[in-house]
């Protein structure tokens, strides 16, 4: 570990530069100098090593397993047949697990070794998609409401969050320069970073474009929400802005909780990026650098009072909040198979478990969506492959000509999974976690089928089989799958063990909370198994399980939803 805080770090980078070009040029080692495995992260790569093989490398004398994850900066997740291509490519060259949807609407590659990182960069780079500022403390990938249906404000929507992206980028060149090959100039390692300072934000910054009623990217869940409202013709007017969301906690330490956003208020479009940039200013000057787990937006937030950060972000925006419109969510899930939008085009959401696109143990998917994006390409138009915040891909902007071929490569390829899967399964959620994730206490990704299978069994037995659940699994309680919004979440503790949290809404207007603690498979199951029951026989009308458990006082919510009770365990 590195002895600097991570404060200095960004302060001493010379703009994010640090010794990264050193570092990549060492042969002795597949890993970074320590201070530069912080600043490699703004360039939208982490390294990792392999979990799985660690402890038998440790015993070998070996150093660890060395690779990296790198993560694109995709504002809402659109990218054309082409660019599908060539990511392809890049995943089937350099990386090792295929591609990976995130729930913030990015690709990932696992595995890619050092001496392949900057070919990888300049190949996504040459696909004109970037990772800068994926990672790190600065605004991460924006994500935006995937809406197949309401096409025209999905354009509208999408320029915008585009638009602000680029706008909350770092101004430093050092991006160019490590991965591109970019002349240094004069003043590199010394640009004016107007926005974020030399110290760039004390925490990542995340935000997050609601279409309702749809409220896929859990806009509550952003540390700054839009959600758009539409006028009688279905115009956009502007957005409802929602501060101060956020999922991660540590275990045990009462000081750090999930919190859903507070909506403060209504802006017109032409003000998003300036309430934006005043949001992640307020939040620079007086976010918490002494403490990091304590640096998100949410806990300033709480610390400084919402009414005084609103005010401050008046006053640097120069604009005043109206009234905050009325708005209806009715699901933060997606909707599978296809929609016709209002322009009169087509679009087919495809499930894709936990986002992972790869050919393996008789799985086809990456070959799959290589012959569609090839057919699509050819086909020209306007197609679009849009990553869902649910990890789930969208292939956009279709004509009614093109659907039956389309349809034909999906059931070749057994990309179909949508149309037999339980609603169960077809909304279930799980981070990454193990073998890649440095943080994982236990499976996410890699043990949803098989929860699934057998919570399914649990469910059938109760006629429950055909219900709509909302399940969601981290490797810890970092919360990359926001498990606190789910109406069924495990939350890595331990190998094979999880805390068991129920009773979040399905919309994401209502985190859950701590039902058991620290339990193994057959617990969850023996636990779930008579509440199913009690839900079949008191649940009032169509009433969903997330809303049954706190009705009947299974578990305990606070009137404001905004943050999970003390940990009141039901043994
Ligand atoms: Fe995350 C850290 C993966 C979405 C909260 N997250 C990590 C790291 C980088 C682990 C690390 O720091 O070493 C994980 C890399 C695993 C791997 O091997 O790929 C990781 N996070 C992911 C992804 C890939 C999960 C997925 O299955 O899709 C998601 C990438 C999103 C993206 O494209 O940018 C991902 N992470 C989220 C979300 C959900 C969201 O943003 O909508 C959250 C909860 C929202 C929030 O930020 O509050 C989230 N990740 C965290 C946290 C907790 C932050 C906190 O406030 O405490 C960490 C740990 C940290 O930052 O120290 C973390
Ligand atoms: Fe890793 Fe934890 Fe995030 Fe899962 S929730 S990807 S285990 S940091």
Known sequence: MSTHSVEDIKRQSGRLRGTLLASLANPVTGALAEDDQTLIKYHGSYQQDDRDVRDERRRQKLEPDHAFM?????????????????????????????????TRQAFQFHGVIKRDLKATMQA????????????????????????????????????????????????????????????????????????????????????????????????????????????????????????????????????????????????SPEHV???????????????????????????TIDDRGLGNFMTEVERRSGVSFSEAQAFDFAHNADRFGWQQGDDGLWHLTLRIVSGRIWDRDGVRHLSGLRRIAARLDADGGAPEFRLTPNQNLLIANLDDSQRASIDRLVVEYGLDTHVSASPLRKTALACVALPTCGLAMAEAERYLPEFVDRLEQRLAKHGLDSNDLHLRISGCPNGCSRPYLAEIAL?????????????ADHRGQRLNTLYRENIDETTILDTLDPLFGRYVAERIDDERFGDFVVRAGIVSIDSTGSRTLPLELIA
């Not at 995709?74 to 949807?101: C, F, S």
């Open 491 to 503: 939350v890595g503790k331990a190998p094979g063990r999880y805390n068991l949290m129920l009773g």
């Open 124 to 267: 996504i780079n040459a696909a004109l998609i970037d990772t800068l500022a994926a990672c790190g403390d600065v605004n991460r990938n924006i994500a935006v409401a995937a809406n197949p249906y309401l096409s025209r404000v999905h354009a509208a929507v999408q320029a915008q969050a585009e638009a602000l992206s680029k706008h909350l980028l770092p101004n430093s060149r050092a991006y160019y320069e490590i991965w591109l090959d970019e002349d240094k100039i004069g003043g590199s390692g010394e640009e004016d970073e107007p926005i974020y300072g030399a110290t760039y934000l004390p925490r990542k910054f995340k935000i997050g474009f609601a279409v309702p009623p749809s409220n896929d990217v859990d806009v509550f869940a952003q540390d700054l929400g839009f959600i758009a409202v539409l006028g009688d013709d279905g115009t956009l007017l502007g957005y409802n802005v929602s501060i101060g969301g956020g999922m991660g906690a540590t275990h045990g330490d009462a000081e750090t909780y999930p919190r859903i956003g507070d909506v403060i208020g209504f802006v």
């Open 273 to 299: 990026i300036a309430i934006a940039e005043a949001v992640v200013t307020t939040q620079r000057d007086w976010g918490n650098r002494a403490v990091r787990k304590r640096a998100r937006l949410k806990y």
């Open 70 to 102: 790198i993560r694109t900066r995709t504002p809402g997740g659109v990218v054309t047949p082409a660019q599908w291509l060539k990511l392809d490519a890049i995943a089937t060259t350099y990386a090792e697990r295929g591609l990976r949807i995130t």
